[in-house]
């Protein structure tokens, strides 16, 4: 196969794209770390939940197996969002509301897919959920960070059973920190969802 000059066009736009690709990537990251810290300063408290929740996890066995995601969730308790709102205006985040979902948008031109997506603690994402969402006090501290409880969040991820929501379970299987012992922890309707992902892991 003849070698690509390294001046040329395709070199330079592959360049680009994954120039790219990667700030995408650390711009989650820092978004993640301004919005953990803005609360902590203000002495509120939280638990990341959602993909870097599992990531946060999946990461404590296998740092290989961590999927990148461009979401940042968090879960706060419904009467420190007031609070919440003067910490993340501080730290340069915007409060605004789509679909009835509470979130903190990324200045004021930022977008509704890049914001930081607010879950109120204690309380049923959707009343068709077969539990609520986690306190802010279940979580474990994972580099400096406080990460809902791995069990609550599994339950999170099996209540919403999106495609994304199942590949985080598989994602979680995969490593070893679901196994069989997992579905008589949770309702009987989800401990069902999780033994079908058990018994076909690869799909």
Not at 25 to 40: G, I
Not at 122 to 128: A, D, R, T, Y
Request: net charge negative; glycine share 8%.
């Amino acid at each position: 196969m003849d070698r690509v000059p390294e001046n040329s066009a395709l070199v330079r736009e592959e360049t680009s794209v994954f120039g790219r690709m990667f700030a995408a990537v650390e711009k989650v990251k820092e978004r993640l770390d301004r919005s953990c810290s803005a609360l902590e300063n203000a002495n509120i408290p939280y638990a990341i939940i959602g993909g870097h929740a599992v990531a946060a996890w999946v990461a404590t066995i296998d740092d290989g197996a961590v999927r990148n995601t461009r979401d940042v969730d968090l879960l706060l308790r419904e009467e420190d969002l007031v609070r919440a709102e003067v910490a993340m205006a501080a730290a340069g985040f915007v409060r605004g509301e789509v679909m009835n979902v509470v979130m903190f948008l990324d200045g004021e031109d930022g977008k509704p897919s890049q914001g930081v997506h607010i879950l109120l603690a204690g309380q049923k994402v959707k009343e068709s959920y077969a539990s609520a969402a986690p306190l802010v006090d279940q979580f474990q501290m994972i580099d400096d960070k406080r990460v809902v409880e791995l069990e609550e969040l599994v339950q999170m991820k099996l209540n919403s059973y999106r495609r994304k929501d199942q590949t985080h379970l598989l994602d979680m299987i995969g490593v070893g920190l679901i196994d069989d012992s997992w579905p008589g922890k949770f309702p009987a309707e989800l401990g069902k969802r999780l033994v079908e992902l058990l018994q076909d892991p690869h799909g």
